[in-house]
Each structure stands twice: as C-alpha cells, then as structure tokens.
C-alpha cells in the first residue's frame, strides 16, 4: 500500500510557525494576526504582497531547514515501513518545482532536512500545488495532507487524513479521516481505514 506525505502542515507545523514569525516579522509594520485561520501569511496578518514578499525572503530558507519535524513523524513512518507500506512524499513546497538553481537548491535542502529529522521514504515527488494527478499517476491508495483545495479533491478517488489545522476545519467528508497527531494518524491506518 502507497502513502503519500506532504511536508508542510504534516511533517512539520506550518501553521504555527507562521503565526509564530509573522508576528514578529510584521509588527514592525504595526500588523498582527488578523485572520488566524488563514492558509497564506499574507491573509493572516492582513498585509500587501509586498510586505509578505520581504517576510518570506526573511525566513524561508531558515524555516525550510531549521524547523523540526512533528513529534514521532519519523517513528511512525518507520513503524509503517516495516508494515509494508510505501511512503511517497509528496511536496509542493516553494521553488521545488523551478528547474533552475534555486529549484535545485531547495529541492537538496527538502531531501538533506528529510535525513536530519530521520523521515524514511521510498520516493520523493516535487509537484505542483494541485496533487491530484500526482496521486493517480502514481498510484497513491492513501494520502496524508493539510491543504483543503487538495483534501477535497483527492478525498474523491482515495481516502486522505487531514492533519488538523484551523484552515482545514471545513474538510469532512466520508474520504476524510481527520488526525491531530502522528499516533493519531498511525492508529487511522491501521483501525478505521484498514476496515473501510
């Protein structure tokens, strides 16, 4: 059996990272959380794209290498393996997808942070953000993800575990399997997806 993995708000937390340093990236602009449920910086915190701009050239780099993985991401993936399931990570992670230097230089940073935080995998996928066909052509039976847009639409052809966030709190759906740890997701696996 397939997983697929994303990284961003699944292997690692995205959404309090990012209210955590935009907070103190934009208060010198006298802005602060405004919608706390937002997906994208610059709806949170209410700001131009310009603004947004300067903050992720701040602190992109730092938070694709510096931010650990969830607690127990790897050991459950681990445990997985030795199950017999493949892991496919999936990513649609900034700049991954460019075929030019800095593509490539994020793409060695994704694959290096994957090593430090001990995230075993079979294959690794740079996609787009919409990672439906990712999923088909690669013949995913489950995918773990955060992100509504790509919930809702793989959540039609194959279960997906939504990891918990506040952006996310719209996915239901008899497909969906919401989960709000790494335990969480392994036991989703192996009761009620398994039996489904």
Same mark, same amino acid.
């Given at each position: 059996?397939? &997983?697929?993995? @994303?990284? @961003?708000? +699944? !292997?690692?937390? *995205?959404?309090?990272?990012? !209210? @955590? *340093?935009?907070?103190? *990236?934009? &208060?010198? #602009?006298?802005?602060? &959380? +405004? /919608?706390? %449920?937002? #997906? %994208?910086? %610059? /709806? &949170?915190? @209410?700001?131009?794209?310009e603004m947004d701009s300067e903050f992720w050239e701040k602190y992109l780099y730092d938070y694709a290498k510096n931010e650990p993985a969830r607690k127990f991401a790897g050991e459950v993936i681990d445990i997985l393996k030795e199950k017999g399931y493949e892991i496919y990570i999936i990513t649609a992670r900034y700049l991954t997808d460019r075929d030019d230097d800095l593509g490539k230089n994020m793409r060695l940073i994704v694959k290096e942070w994957l090593k430090q935080n001990k995230i075993n995998y079979d294959k690794i996928i740079f996609s787009p953000e919409d990672k439906f066909d990712i999923c088909k052509d690669n013949n995913i039976d489950i995918m773990i993800e955060d992100k509504v847009d790509n919930i809702n639409k793989i959540s039609k052809i194959i279960p997906v575990i939504c990891f918990n966030a506040s952006y996310n709190k719209s996915c239901i759906g008899n497909n969906i399997f919401r989960a709000h740890t790494w335990y969480d997701i392994y036991y989703i696996l192996t009761n009620k997806i398994k039996n489904n």
């Amino acid at each position: 059996m397939r &997983i697929g993995i @994303d990284i @961003d708000g +699944v !292997l690692t937390d *995205f959404e309090k990272w990012q !209210l @955590d *340093f935009g907070s103190k *990236f934009f &208060i010198k #602009y006298n802005k602060n &959380i +405004v /919608v706390p %449920d937002g #997906y %994208d910086s %610059d /709806v &949170i915190f @209410d700001v131009t794209k310009e603004m947004d701009s300067e903050f992720w050239e701040k602190y992109l780099y730092d938070y694709a290498k510096n931010e650990p993985a969830r607690k127990f991401a790897g050991e459950v993936i681990d445990i997985l393996k030795e199950k017999g399931y493949e892991i496919y990570i999936i990513t649609a992670r900034y700049l991954t997808d460019r075929d030019d230097d800095l593509g490539k230089n994020m793409r060695l940073i994704v694959k290096e942070w994957l090593k430090q935080n001990k995230i075993n995998y079979d294959k690794i996928i740079f996609s787009p953000e919409d990672k439906f066909d990712i999923c088909k052509d690669n013949n995913i039976d489950i995918m773990i993800e955060d992100k509504v847009d790509n919930i809702n639409k793989i959540s039609k052809i194959i279960p997906v575990i939504c990891f918990n966030a506040s952006y996310n709190k719209s996915c239901i759906g008899n497909n969906i399997f919401r989960a709000h740890t790494w335990y969480d997701i392994y036991y989703i696996l192996t009761n009620k997806i398994k039996n489904n």
